[in-house]
């Protein structure tokens, strides 16, 4: 069998003006990025045509470490809506170079469910990581200037600055770090590290604001430390904001590419769902919404955590009011939530998805308590037997949702036809009842509380000594009206990666707390999580390759 790239590579491809042409974009709009890459003008919003079309997540259970093919369905499903005669766009995050060489891949989708140009969009693509990453590591910069230059004209205290360098690409030795040695010269000793470039505030940022006036306004309220006595610091008080726009002046502008089947696919931005909001920017939803009838789009890991941070944080800062939402199983994964090992997730077993269900089960009441109907995906395998499927489907069934075999890997858009006419019943059959899970203007406590009772299934929520003295400085800051963005593991429900399933009588633990003031949310820290992920034993990098003639090997 052809592996992706392979696939990828053998397609043939639309110039961008086509893409562009069928959705309705005058060629004079596009900014191009060779032949089949284009960046769209925010002009193209239009909030009234907005209101006309329909939003569906594609969210998934808890999965295992090689991820349930969210991107696959998405892609898959696009092509299927426009296989049935609905005009449809996929509007999906870019991909992080951390994963691409380091054990997870790319994130064009795989098989014949997948976008182009493949190679591109893996790697560096129209070189909006790399503007965040250069914005991102400005003001850190400007941070060390002013406590050496400028003599700390404003008297930050370098023990609180929060304020970390970042880079695309996995590297664990950079987590901790001490800068500034060798003499004066060469800035205050101190210490620092990076983080991933997916985890940086100024991706948060470009992904939830509405254009550059408020790109500016939230890159001034970015908070960087405190002063000698106590006082807060952002990002305006260095007069950064300007120069740090500048940098992102492109990368706030949606990437228009194309599905296999040519159909058009929106990229824009990258925040990992484990530690901030996990979705495209608001922007590029938009977008699309304001060019095609049917926008799909997806939230990383699972309902708990994407989907979740989708509905709660990003639908409610921008008025978005998700439709559907598809929940993307794999017979694998449930055999693994059933007790199955690694080395057996590929073993037909019933009695394993039969007790793996109730993930399933829990990622369906989660999705209903937003009040959008859900749908299930089951993305085949080849391992896959008609006795689990059909487990799987009465067990839908008896909640009162279907569950559709979907081949698009193999198949394409042919593959997810039945999917993607089981979206449209639910969109036309839909009463518009999306509500988020808490209000904003709660409390802190009562809102933690509220996610970790009814999504994780927690019974209760504990806080650490340090989480209690954290708390306690953002009230005084007056970030408390915050919404919370949960980061904890995507492995289970709960805050240990070990309870598989569907945990029960288990309380969760907040460490301590972050907070993005300049992207707008409380991050509560449940377990250890890591901002700077570091490469597996054997790296993808390893197995990649480029010839004399430019072709690429080894990408996934």
């Keep these: 069998m052809l592996t992706d790239i392979e696939i990828a590579q053998s397609a043939p491809i639309r110039h961008i003006r086509e893409v562009a042409a069928a959705i309705g974009i005058d060629k004079e709009d596009l900014e191009y990025y060779g032949k089949y890459k284009a960046k769209l003008p925010l002009k193209l919003i239009d909030e009234a045509v907005i209101k006309q079309h329909h939003l569906?997540?594609?969210?998934?259970i808890t999965p295992t470490p090689a991820g349930e093919g969210k991107t696959t369905v998405s892609v898959g499903l696009t092509d299927g809506l426009n296989r049935i005669g609905k005009q449809a766009m996929a509007v999906l995050r870019e991909p992080s170079l951390g994963p691409v060489f380091g054990m997870k891949g790319g994130a064009a989708g795989g098989g014949y469910s997948?976008?182009?140009p493949m190679e591109d969009i893996n790697l560096h693509f129209t070189g909006d990581f790399a503007a965040i990453e250069k914005a991102n590591n400005l003001l850190a910069a400007l941070i060390d200037n002013n406590l050496q230059n400028k003599k700390n004209s404003l008297h930050i205290d370098p023990r609180t600055i929060v304020w970390k360098r970042v880079m695309d690409l996995n590297d664990r030795a950079l987590r901790h770090i001490i800068i500034g040695l060798g003499g004066t010269a060469d800035g205050m000793p101190r210490e620092d590290g990076f983080n991933i470039t997916p985890a940086s505030e100024i991706m948060a940022i470009l992904c939830l604001c509405t254009g550059m006036d408020d790109l500016k306004r939230r890159l001034g309220n970015i908070y960087i430390g405190s002063t000698m006595d106590g006082k807060p610091v952002f990002a305006r008080d260095l007069h950064a904001v300007g120069a740090m726009a500048i940098l992102l002046k492109d990368a706030i502008k949606p990437n228009l590419v194309q599905t296999l089947e040519g159909n058009p696919a929106l990229l824009h931005g990258g925040p990992f769902a484990s530690i901030a909001q996990g979705t495209n920017s608001v922007l590029a939803t938009k977008m699309g919404?304001?060019?095609?009838?049917?926008?799909?789009?997806?939230?990383?890991?699972a309902a708990d955590l994407g989907a979740e941070k989708f509905f709660d944080i990003k639908c409610v800062s921008s008025g978005l009011k998700p439709a559907a939402a598809v929940v993307v199983a794999t017979i694998r994964a449930l055999r693994h939530h059933g007790g199955a090992k690694k080395d057996a997730y590929a073993i037909a077993d019933t009695e394993k998805v039969k007790a793996g269900l109730a993930n399933l089960e829990k990622h369906l009441e989660n999705i209903r308590q937003f009040g959008v109907p859900p749908v299930v995906a089951i993305n085949a395998f080849p391992g896959d037997t008609e006795a689990e499927i059909k487990l799987v489907q009465d067990c839908c069934a008896k909640h009162g949702a279907r569950a559709i075999v979907c081949t698009g890997f193999a198949e394409g858009g042919k593959g997810m036809e039945a999917l993607a006419k089981?979206?449209?019943?639910?969109?036309?059959?839909?009463?518009?009842?999306?509500s988020p899970l808490y209000?904003?203007?709660?409390?802190?406590?009562?809102?933690?509380?509220?996610?970790?009772?009814?999504?994780?299934?927690?019974?209760?929520?504990?806080?650490?000594?340090?989480?209690?003295?954290?708390?306690?400085?953002?009230?005084?800051l007056g970030f408390d009206q915050m919404p919370v963005c949960m980061a904890k593991t995507?492995?289970?429900?709960?805050?240990?990666?070990?309870?598989?399933?569907?945990?029960?009588?288990?309380?969760?633990?907040?460490?301590?707390?972050?907070?993005?003031?300049?992207?707008?949310?409380?991050?509560?820290?449940?377990?250890d999580m890591m901002?700077?992920?570091?490469?597996?034993?054997?790296?993808?990098?390893?197995g990649m390759d480029i010839d004399a003639n430019g072709v690429i090997t080894g990408l996934s």
């Design 289 to 301: 919404l304001s060019l095609s009838e049917y926008v799909v789009t997806e939230a990383g890991f």
């Design 439 to 476: 209000q904003w203007n709660d409390t802190i406590e009562n809102k933690i509380h509220t996610i970790a009772t009814k999504i994780y299934g927690a019974k209760g929520v504990e806080y650490s000594v340090k989480a209690k003295t954290h708390l306690k400085h953002i009230q005084s």
């Design 114 to 116: 997948q976008l182009i």
């Design 490 to 527: 995507p492995k289970s429900l709960s805050d240990d990666e070990r309870k598989i399933g569907r945990p029960e009588n288990f309380v969760v633990t907040v460490r301590e707390f972050e907070f993005a003031s300049g992207a707008g949310f409380v991050i509560p820290i449940l377990g």
């Design 56 to 60: 569906v997540l594609v969210t998934a």
């Design 422 to 434: 089981a979206v449209v019943q639910l969109v036309e059959n839909s009463t518009g009842d999306f």
């Design 531 to 542: 901002r700077m992920p570091g490469l597996p034993n054997l790296p993808a990098a390893e």
